[in-house]
Every structure is written in structure tokens, then in C-alpha cells.
């Protein structure tokens, strides 16, 4: 985007010159008028301060202006399986692209990449996929960022779908920006809620800004196709409707050699608590203490049956437990059943982790703490009082 100089209004006094941040603005020796260098970025800051309006940038172009709007159609969700098996952020995208496609008047498409994955067609189909695009390749078989890359770019560009999104996993994170660069689109990471515009036809992307102090709404007006990741359960899985079909593409796609060849898969998760899964979490923050009094909260747990541990960031910070445990905006999203939060106090970079868990019990000794207004149960009170208590009554009604 170019700025645009006009050389009858401007008067010269160089107002401009003096408050662009990088060097992009000259006056003409000969009438002290402006020139512009390629060192502009377009950040308007010049705009602003010019007296007479003799600087100005185009309109953006809007995709309906590119035509994009009317070339690309079609919601995409990158199918997510590993070692054959589907990942269930694959379905709870394939829910809430549904509700968006159906405001958007258009398909769900699948996009599943893999070797001999066969078995994963159906329940995508059942789980709201209107196609499903199938490359079956031996370069996909054990996932490497590359050809997953390549191979989802040129469906892209084949096909031209209007939205793309793949879950945040660590497998969609590192794979997808390099399909957005070759797309030359945008990509927002992490998104908290979609929502789409139907009159213009965007991707409302809201995400937590400025170290989670904000929710902001993302647009990306001006290109196509429009790419977000989600974290696992942010949004509800949906319930597969038995027998539901749709239809199958088998693409063909030329990949080059792999720069990296996979030697072993080793499930670094495997002895880990799967916070993520979990239908019941009972989680400490820093009101906890430290190491020693987490051992409380694992009683709570097992009182219930099982309960995942989860923790603040403030007590994984400290040590007291290993950061798979963490539930918030730099740890796990989890959505169980039930919530218990003992000694946290509710920052809003904890609560976008937790908030859309079914019943969230808070146990915090003062009355103030912000997880008491997204609390469905609080108690106000020292936990190491309370949590005794409610391991008491479980192990007496059991
Ligand atoms: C970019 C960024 C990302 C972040 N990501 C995360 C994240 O993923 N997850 C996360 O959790 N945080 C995250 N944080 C940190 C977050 O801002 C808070 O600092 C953190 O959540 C606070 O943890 P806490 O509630 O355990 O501690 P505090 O805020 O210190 O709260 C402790 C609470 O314990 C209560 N308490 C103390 N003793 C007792 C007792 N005996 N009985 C009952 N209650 C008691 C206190 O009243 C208090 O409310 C992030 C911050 C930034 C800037």
C-alpha cells in the first residue's frame, strides 16, 4: 500500500518529515514539496500530522474488490490423527465450523493427510464434514511440519476454501503457519471464540491480546483464505450422527524429498496426567503453599474417582509442579465436568483456560477473588479447612 503525496496541497513546511519513524519522507531541494522513499511502511503517522490533507493511502482493497470473495468458498478444518487416530479437537472444529458454514451458506470440508487413514473418513462425515480431502502419501505417514505443508497448500490453492482452521496443537501450530505464508494470508493463533459477518463475509478471530488483558476481535478483510488455530476444548465436541455421509476427494499431490526423515515416535505425554481429557480437575494455585500441601488436592482427586491435578501458573512458576498440570492461556484449555479451584485467584490468563468448564467450585479465602464471578460454587474460606472436609464426605458417601 502506497502513500500517496498531493504535490498541489503540499505547502512544503515538512510537518511530515519530522514524524516519520523510519527516514521515509524527504523535501524536494528545488520547492521544499515531499517525496516518499521505499523505507514507508504505510503507518499513517504523517497522515495525521499534515495541516493541509496532502497525504493519504488507498482504500484497502476488499476481497470483494480482488474478487476473492467470490472465488474462495468453503470452510475447511485440517483433520487432526495421529498413528490413524482422529484427535478430538478435529471434531469440536468440525462443530462450531459447521454452525459457521451454515451462516455462511457453504460446505464443511475435511482436509485429512496421512498413509492408509481410511478408517478416519467416516467420522469425519459424521461428525459434520460435507467432503472430505483425502492425500494418502508415505511421506505423511508419521507427521513432519514439511510435507503436511506442502501437501495442505496445494489443496489450497486448488480449491480455494474462504476459511481454514486446524486445532492448536503442537502438531497444527507448527505446520500451519508455513501454509499461511505460502498462502500469503494471515493466521490467528489461539482463538478463544469464531464468529462469522455474513454481509462481508469475514472471520470474526477473538483472542486474548497484550498478555490477556484484552479479548481482541480479529478481522482479515483484505485476503483469502482466513486462518485461525483453536486450542483443544475450547469449543463442545459434537455428538456424531451415526450413518452420516458426504463426499470423498482423493487428491494426488507431487511432494518433494522430506529434509527430515523420522526415526522414532516417542509419546512424551505417556506418563503424564491428562489434564487436557480430564472430566473432573481439581486444580491449586498459590494459595496452595507449596509441593508438599499439592499432596491435599491429589486426596480431593482421588476422593472424586480420579480427578486430573491441574495448577496456576503461579504454583507451576514456583516449582511445586511440573507444567503439564498448567491450565490457563500458556498452559492446557480444559473443559471438564467439574472445576475445583483451591487457592487461585483468578486471572483472567487462568480463567480463558478453565471458564467453559461445566461447574467451576471455587475455594479461595477472600471474598473478593475474581474466580468467585465466574464461579458457579464459591466458598469462602481457608482451604486447608474446606478441602479436608470435602475429602471426608466423598470417602464417607463412597
Ligand atoms: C502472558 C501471560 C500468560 C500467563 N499464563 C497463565 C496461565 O496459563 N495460567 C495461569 O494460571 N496463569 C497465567 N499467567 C499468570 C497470571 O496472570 C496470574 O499471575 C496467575 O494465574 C496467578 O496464580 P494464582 O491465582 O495461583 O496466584 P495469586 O494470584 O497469587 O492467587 C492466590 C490466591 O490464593 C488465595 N489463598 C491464599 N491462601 C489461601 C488459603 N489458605 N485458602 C484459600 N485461598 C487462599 C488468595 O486469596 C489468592 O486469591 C500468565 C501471565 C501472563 C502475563
Not at 494459595?287 to 501458573?313: C, I
Amino acid at each position: 500500500m502506497a502513500l500517496q503525496i498531493d504535490l498541489d496541497l503540499c505547502t512544503g513546511c515538512g510537518a511530515c518529515v519530522a514524524v516519520c519513524p523510519f527516514c521515509a519522507l524527504t523535501q524536494r531541494p528545488s520547492d521544499g514539496k515531499v517525496e516518499v522513499n521505499e523505507a514507508c511502511t504505510a503507518c499513517g503517522a504523517c497522515i495525521e500530522v499534515c495541516p493541509v490533507g496532502a497525504l493519504s493511502l488507498p482504500e484497502p482493497t476488499s476481497p470483494a474488490a480482488a474478487g476473492q470473495s467470490e472465488t474462495h468458498r468453503g470452510l475447511w478444518v485440517f483433520a487432526e490423527q495421529r498413528g490413524g487416530q482422529l484427535q478430538d479437537v478435529t471434531f469440536e472444529l468440525l462443530g462450531k465450523g459447521g454452525e459457521l458454514a451454515r451462516e455462511l451458506g457453504v460446505e464443511v470440508g475435511a482436509v485429512l493427510l496421512g498413509h492408509q487413514v481410511d478408517a478416519c473418513v467416516g467420522p469425519l462425515f459424521e461428525h459434520g464434514a460435507d467432503v472430505v480431502y483425502v492425500v494418502d502419501h508415505p511421506a505423511l505417514a508419521a507427521y513432519t511440519a514439511e510435507p503436511y505443508a506442502e501437501a495442505m497448500s496445494a489443496l489450497i490453492k486448488k480449491h480455494r476454501p474462504e476459511i481454514v482452521l486446524a486445532g492448536a496443537t503442537s502438531i497444527g501450530r507448527s505446520f500451519i503457519a508455513r501454509v499461511a505464508i505460502e498462502a500469503t494470508a494471515g493466521l490467528t493463533a489461539d482463538c478463544t471464540e469464531l464468529a462469522v459477518d455474513p454481509e462481508n463475509r469475514c472471520l470474526i478471530q477473538t483472542r486474548p491480546a497484550f498478555g490477556g488483558n484484552i479479548l481482541a476481535a480479529i478481522l482479515c478483510p483484505n485476503h483469502r483464505p482466513q486462518m485461525a488455530t483453536v486450542r483443544p476444548k475450547v469449543f463442545p465436541q459434537p455428538a456424531p450422527v451415526e450413518g452420516r455421509t458426504g463426499r470423498r476427494v482423493d487428491e494426488q499431490v507431487e511432494l518433494k524429498d522430506p529434509v527430515v526423515r523420522v526415526l522414532e515416535t516417542v509419546d512424551a505425554m505417556q506418563h503424564e496426567v491428562n489434564v487436557a481429557g480430564a472430566e473432573f480437575i481439581v486444580a491449586g494455585g498459590r494459595g496452595v503453599g507449596g509441593p508438599e500441601q499439592f499432596k491435599l488436592l491429589a486426596e480431593l482427586a482421588e476422593a472424586l474417582g480420579g480427578a486430573a491435578v491441574g495448577a496456576s501458573r503461579a504454583a507451576v512458576d514456583a516449582g511445586w509442579i511440573s507444567s503439564f498440570h498448567q491450565v490457563g492461556q500458556t498452559g492446557k484449555t480444559v473443559r471438564p465436568k467439574v472445576y475445583i479451584a483451591c487457592g487461585i485467584s483468578g486471572q483472567i490468563q487462568h480463567l480463558v483456560g478453565m471458564n467453559s468448564s461445566d461447574t467451576i467450585i471455587a475455594i479461595n479465602k477472600d471474598p473478593d477473588a475474581p474466580i468467585f464471578e465466574v464461579a458457579d460454587i464459591g466458598i469462602v474460606g481457608d482451604l486447608f479447612v474446606v478441602v479436608p472436609e470435602l475429602v471426608k464426605a466423598l470417602r464417607k458417601a463412597q
